[in-house]
């Protein structure tokens, strides 16, 4: 008879869910459809961070308790991890381009204006 397998750690797969949830929220605010950057950006910052410590709780308890999903807690702490870095690079891309895109077209109207 074989014995039963461990249950899978609930904060480990939490972390994988969440994690899911927002790369599909960054992705949606990267996406060309008008005003979805300034709803979609912060959730993806939120559903990182809570991916991350999910993810964080869900590895410790697995290495205390000998639980299955060590795999889904690192791939929720990367996943999150990674998007976090990715929303704040796009914020800031986003509002350099705002702040000199603005002045580049200013000069630009300037020289063809009458």
């Known amino acids: 008879m ?9 904060l480990a797969l939490y972390s994988l869910i969440v994690a899911a949830m927002t790369v599909i929220s960054f992705c949606v605010g990267v996406a060309p459809i ?27 308890q697995v290495r205390s308790s000998g639980e299955r999903g060590r795999r889904l807690a690192l791939v929720g702490i990367w996943t999150g991890g990674m998007t976090l870095l990715a929303v704040l690079c796009a914020t800031s891309l986003t509002l350099l381009f705002v702040n000199y895109g603005a002045e580049a077209l200013q000069a630009i109207w300037a020289r063809w204006a009458p």
């Open 34 to 60: 008008p005003l979805t950057a300034p709803l979609c950006y912060p959730s993806a910052l939120l559903l990182g961070l809570l991916a991350l410590i999910l993810g964080g709780r869900g590895l410790r």
């Open 2 to 10: 074989k014995p039963s397998p461990q249950p899978v750690n609930r």
